[in-house]
């Protein structure tokens, strides 16, 4: 889909039975319900009170490593891994010691994916220098050891790698290749298909979990996408139409067709594959802790004016809206909600609200969600690009401040390190202090 302009059927993704309007709120906050607000209060008086320009907790330098402008660096478990020069080499997070250094030959590809699902292991694209070509390396970050490489250029889904890719324009004409995430080994193949995989239902403790393929004649299959095992198949009715998009999320499938100048989109449950035939707009929802963050779209994904709903999982309650497009996720310290128009690292931070009961907790106005670094923790961040930046974990016990050395961009971030580029030649790591 993707902005194609659409049109035909339209269908209705329901939240499920209890969705009702905001009412006022009737629960008592209990002791952590006013504790919360009450840290958040002390932190930005605290904040105000020194101009914006607190220092916050102090920073402890780790260590400074040598880092030429073509490299790049990733935080990664207890490790800050840095590709540099034909070069990965990683450092303790404790005490900023290096660990391993090994070959990596080549140029930065893509960014260094961590995988969650496979504790310790890191894939990574990298650019020969002489032919351009571009292979896949996964390296054990335990051990410093490159596991295996592949020609492919694949991204890691639960316990398996995935390549997808089309020779033109037409996504028709994709090819997959899925190899053994630890070993690299290929599992299964196929081609000439449009693929969909529902991300938010790959977890690694799904089972199976679960890619869709369709064919130009109208031949949809279910498949594993752990062995490309065949779980179902149905020839959809295409009408002489043409596939062009399908997209699989929270039970739907979305298949877009075209004839002559005209497309048309349909339906599908993935339940028992019958068309779903209803005028009444997607509503796409995200997690966030005991709440959905859900917005409503028209299913021919053109643009929404649809608000950001804040909906109580328990009674189906709308909490609070927000302005559209506004994103939302949960994160140790509450559920954290940014505006639209990104900028070079993240999303301007509009609310923090309270996990429990959605009130927001203080103002964040000033600070970014920054989106920059890909490591297991959240931070705000705040002049960033110039002058010596700020940043605020996001940790169970509200925000812990500091202000950096250098403009925040330069960043990322563990749940208590910041390794930042700190000069034209080098890469520093600081910690906060306890």
């Given amino acids: 889909m993707d902005g194609y302009s659409t049109t035909g059927t339209t269908a209705v993704i329901d939240l499920g039975a209890g969705w009702r309007e905001p009412q006022p709120a009737t629960e008592r906050p209990g002791p952590r319900g006013l504790l919360r607000p009450l840290a958040g209060a002390v932190a930005v008086a605290l904040m105000f009170a020194l101009g914006g ?14 880092f030429s402008p073509g490299g790049d660096f990733q935080i990664q478990d207890d490790l800050l891994l840095v590709r540099d020069a ?4 990683a ?7 290096r660990r391993w250094d090994i070959a990596l030959p080549g140029t930065a590809g893509t960014s260094m994916n961590s995988t969650f699902t496979v504790p310790g292991l890191m894939v990574t694209e990298m650019e020969d220098r002489a032919s351009g070509h571009r292979s896949t390396y996964a390296v054990d970050v335990a051990a410093g050891a490159v596991l295996w490489q592949a020609d492919e250029l694949l991204s890691p ?4 790698a995935v390549a997808m890719w089309s020779t033109d324009q037409d996504r028709g004409s994709t ?4 190899r053994d995430l630890r070993t690299g080994q290929p599992r299964w193949s196929t081609q000439q298909v449009l693929p969909a995989i529902d991300y938010s239902a790959a977890l690694p403790d799904r089972d199976p979990m679960r890619i869709w393929t369709l064919q ?10 752990r062995d490309g095992r065949v779980l179902r198949r149905q020839r959809l009715d295409l ?19 075209r004839r002559g100048e005209q497309n048309t989109t349909v339906l599908y449950s993935t339940a028992d594959l019958a068309p779903i035939l209803s005028t009444a ?8 802790g005991a709440f959905w963050c859900a917005t409503s779209q028209p299913v021919d994904l053109q643009p929404t004016t649809s608000p950001l709903e804040i909906v109580d999982k328990a009674t189906g309650l709308v909490r609070q809206r927000f302005p559209v497009d506004s994103f939302g996720m949960s994160t140790p310290a509450g559920v954290i909600i940014a505006s639209p128009g990104a900028g070079p690292t993240g999303l301007p931070a509009i609310a923090l609200l309270d996990p429990a009961t959605a009130s927001p907790l203080f103002d964040v106005t000033g600070w970014d969600v920054y989106l920059v670094s890909t490591a297991s923790t959240t931070v705000l961040a705040r002049n960033i690009g110039t002058g010596l930046g700020q940043v605020a974990w996001l940790t169970p016990d509200g925000l812990d401040m500091a202000q950096l050395p250098v403009p925040a961009d330069r960043c990322k971030f563990s749940p208590r390190v910041a390794a930042c580029r700190s000069g034209p030649d080098t890469l520093t790591m600081w910690r906060r202090t306890r």
């Fill in 53 to 66: 320009a607190a220092r916050g907790r102090q920073l402890e330098e780790l260590t400074t490593i040598t």
């Fill in 281 to 288: 707009p997607l509503v796409q929802r995200s997690d966030c």
């Fill in 216 to 225: 130009a004649t109208g031949e949809l299959a279910e498949r594993d996408l």
């Fill in 157 to 160: 889904y639960g316990d398996v």
């Fill in 175 to 178: 090819q997959i290749v899925v």
């Fill in 239 to 257: 009408a002489g139409s043409v596939p062009v998009d399908l997209i699989a999320f929270d039970g739907r499938l979305i298949v877009e067709t």
């Fill in 91 to 97: 450092y303790s997070l404790a005490d900023g010691t």
């Fill in 86 to 89: 034909d070069r990965l080499a």
